[in-house]
Nanobody, 119 residues
């Protein structure tokens, strides 16, 4: 198991930047994948970015070239650097950890952090 705590959200003007942090309660070295999702009001939760244990990263088309996911093993933390923010990036951002189990994998979620981008 793992507990995840996100931080770094806030209110920013369009074109601005924010860096989100997701701190895990234990080492992330053996976690299959760490991901950032977001959910806007009235919409389904969507994948924003993923980094795997092997170092592969993937981004949603809508954030490619603007967002960057990274991890710091020493701090058990995953970051999401968000640049050139747009009003449509407004959402609650969630961190997810996918951890291997004997029978496959389990997902663990943080509580989310609000990002609001004003026009």
């Amino acid at each position: 198991q793992v507990q995840l705590v996100e931080s770094g959200g806030g209110l920013v003007q369009a074109g601005g930047s924010l860096r989100l942090s997701c701190v895990a309660s234990r080492s992330i070295f053996d976690i299959n994948a760490m991901s950032w999702y977001r959910q806007a009001p009235g919409k389904q939760r969507e994948l924003v970015a993923t980094v795997t244990s092997g170092g592969n990263v993937n981004y949603a088309d809508s954030v490619k070239g603007r967002f960057a996911i990274s991890r710091d093993y020493a701090k058990s933390t995953v970051y999401l650097q968000m640049n050139s923010l747009k009003p449509e990036d407004t959402a609650v951002y969630y961190c997810k950890a996918t951890i291997p189990t004997r029978f496959g994998a389990s997902d663990y979620w943080g509580q989310g952090t609000q990002v609001t981008v004003s026009s």
